[in-house]
């Protein structure tokens, strides 16, 4: 992976974070996650961080709801790592939305 790959993934995956922890006015909680680590032959990142709104997914892909994004963000991440054969999930619910990423090392 590139160091432009590595810096637009991270970019990227914190731009989204903070983003979402700014939103969260009036919430006690504002908090991001960011772990990154190896398991076995992998490098995992996982990154966490609140939620101030109810996802919205549409045609199967996460919306910005923030006037004049396009929600380009996490996409460019999951053509980074499928780029590089790795994996990209993501969970959310009403708090916290999480993204993992693993790739072999």
Known sequence: MTDIEITSLFSNLLDNAIEACEGCEG??????ILRIHRHQDYIVINLKNNLPNPIVIADGTIKSTKEGHKGLGLKIVKEI???HDGCLDYEYDEQWFTVKISFQS
């Not at 919430?27 to 991001?32: A, D, Q, R, Y």
């Open 81 to 83: 790592v499928e780029r």
């Open 27 to 32: 919430k006690t909680l504002k908090k991001i």
